[in-house]
């Protein structure tokens, strides 16, 4: 009985210890991505430094975290609603990594784009400041809700990213229309295009934690076709496809 206990303790304790981990990871994350497209929307007075450091930063938390998830698996055998989570932090940690590594190609960006005369490279499209901000808001959702445990709040991360999936079609056939036209230099043109790519994968990537969240609290996967999920509920599921569950490629 004693025994029990202390055993309970002890993995309340390593739980604990997890979810705070997870959560300074994610604060990183979204740090890393608001600096970076800060970097991105003034170059002129940008150090990519501290997102490069950030970056790093991140990746070493991620390795923490995965020994500490193996720790508590051979340790202490979870299940139920701490297996699950447990599971999730796994999945999570690679896609706030993949984030952070976003973050990173967007300041490299900036960094470039800095070395460009300003009268050379114009100015960048007026949709990419509204790309930044939508994907910025969408980490930040996502990032609540897996933090608050909120399985409803990944609708509103799925609705959310059809949006940026909308913008980012819209921004490369603007950006490339430019590069045609000779309204803008090719080299920069395509910095432009990688960071809206980036922008993009990011929100995907916060689309999988809100997935990964609905699965931690619910137990139930969301399987997933391009844009479309199908998120189960009491009465019955959303419109969306089925057949798969891909992860986005880094």
Avoid: W
Avoid at 99 to 108: H, L, M, P, Q, V
Avoid at 125 to 147: C, D, H, I, Y
């Amino acid at each position: 009985m004693i025994g029990e206990r202390v055993e309970r303790k002890a993995l309340s304790e390593s739980m604990n210890e997890l979810n705070q981990n997870m959560r300074t990871m994610s604060e990183l994350a979204e740090v890393a991505l608001r600096s970076a497209t800060e970097g991105f929307a003034s170059p002129d007075e940008f150090d990519p430094q501290g997102v490069f450091a950030l970056d790093r930063e991140i990746f070493g938390l991620r390795e923490k975290i995965v020994r500490s998830c193996v720790d508590i698996i051979a340790l202490h055998a979870p299940v139920a609603i701490d297996l699950r989570t447990i599971t999730v932090s796994l999945e999570t940690t690679t896609d706030l990594d993949r984030i952070g590594r976003y973050s990173k190609d967007i300041a490299e960006v900036a960094r470039r784009i800095k070395e460009v005369p300003a009268a050379r490279r114009g100015a960048a499209p007026e949709g990419f400041s509204r790309m930044a901000e939508l994907t910025k808001a969408l980490v930040r959702q996502a990032v609540e809700a897996f933090l608050a445990r909120d399985a409803e709040a990944v609708r509103e991360v799925d609705r959310a990213d059809d949006v940026v999936d909308d913008l980012h079609d819209q921004l490369f056939e603007e950006t490339v229309d430019r590069m045609v036209k000779r309204k803008m230099p090719v080299d920069v043109g395509a910095e432009y295009i990688l960071v809206n790519r980036s922008f993009e994968r990011v929100a995907d990537h916060a689309v999988n934690i809100g997935l990964h969240t609905f699965y931690m609290v619910t137990g139930q996967r969301i399987r997933t076709v391009g844009k479309t999920h199908t998120i189960p509920r009491e009465d019955g599921p959303i419109a969306g496809g089925d057949t798969t569950n891909p992860s986005p490629s880094p």
